[in-house]
């Protein structure tokens, strides 16, 4: 599985802002894809995730209510993210595996390159 990730950048507080992660290769139907992100300093952290079939998805509690990840039609995972503060600052990765929901980085065998969000107060 390859995933490319795209759509980060230069935002003021309170903005909006859609990340996408498109997947190539092996897409079956037990492939789970999540949002990671890392903030300088920090330890890489989970955001979000969804199956590939949509009908599930996880959210950490500081994502809850102001962002949202669906896949399209186009084998894309899209993370779209609302309202956001200066502590979303950080590198956004998404991540790949197959199998169960996991929010720990290390059940996920497939990375993509990071996405630079910066969020201006």
């Known amino acids: 599985v390859q995933l490319q990730a795209s759509g980060g950048g230069l935002v003021q507080a309170g903005d909006s802002l859609r990340l996408s992660c498109t997947a190539s290769g092996r897409t079956f139907s037990s492939l789970v894809v999540g949002w990671f992100r890392q903030a300088p300093g920090k330890e890489r952290e989970f955001v979000s995730a969804v199956t590939w079939s949509g009908d599930r998805t996880n959210y950490a509690d500081s994502a809850k209510g102001r962002l949202s990840i669906f896949r399209d039609a186009k084998n894309t995972v899209h993370l779209q993210m609302n309202v956001l503060k200066p502590e979303d600052t950080a590198v956004y990765y998404c991540?790949?595996?197959?199998?169960?929901?996991?929010?720990?980085?290390?059940?996920?065998?497939?990375w993509g390159q990071g996405t630079l969000v910066t969020v201006s107060s």
């Open positions: 991540a790949g595996r197959f199998g169960s929901m996991q929010v720990s980085t290390k059940y996920y065998r497939y």
